[in-house]
């Protein structure tokens, strides 16, 4: 028996909640200029490009777009030793008095930001930190939640959410897959 594949974000449904996502960050960022999104390995980087050329388009001003490896400040390199670690790429020297949005696709546990958190103190201290995901499924395990959020997906905790962007995976999609 083969597992069952549910689309939950089509392509247009994506390109609209990023607007959306985009939308809000703009209400409720008082200064664009001092804003930076910082995605997170893997998926969060492209994420974090889309929702700053949407801000673009909105409002016609460039958002700093970096990326962040938080490899090395993960709590489970112990069981999984075997991670890729990637260079971060912060568009500035120092974030310090910045406002920082960290980008991801998806937050589950939570252990995931609170290494990007830890790995953050590496490049200064931003005025503001808030996060941006385009799926949160619940099941965290730290007191750690979004500010903005594409599409709340309660999930069980055998189920998995994937989400695919282009141009790295050739198409736009947000499945949940579910064991057979």
Not at 55 to 76: C, H, K, S
Not at 167 to 176: E, G, I, S, Y
């Amino acid at each position: 028996m083969s597992d069952r594949v549910i689309e939950i974000l089509s392509a247009d449904e994506i390109r609209r909640t990023l607007t959306r996502l985009a939308s809000e960050v703009i209400e409720k960022t008082p200064d664009l200029g001092q804003l930076i999104f910082l995605g997170i390995y893997t998926r969060g980087v492209p994420l974090a490009k889309l929702l700053a050329e949407q801000i673009q388009t909105l409002e016609q001003i460039e958002i700093a777009v970096g990326a962040l490896d938080i490899t090395f400040y993960r709590d489970d390199l112990d069981r999984n030793p075997t991670r890729i670690s990637h260079p971060a790429d912060i568009p500035i020297n120092d974030v310090t008095g910045k406002d920082v949005i960290l980008v991801d696709d998806v937050i589950y546990s939570g252990r995931t930001i609170r290494a990007a958190l830890n790995a953050l103190t590496e490049f200064g201290r931003p005025r503001m930190t808030r996060l941006l995901t385009l799926v949160d499924r619940g099941h965290r395990e730290l007191p750690i939640h979004p500010d903005f959020t594409g599409k709340l997906l309660p999930t069980a905790s055998d189920e998995q959410v994937k989400v695919f962007l282009q141009p790295a995976d050739n198409q736009d999609a947000v499945l949940l897959i579910k064991p057979a």
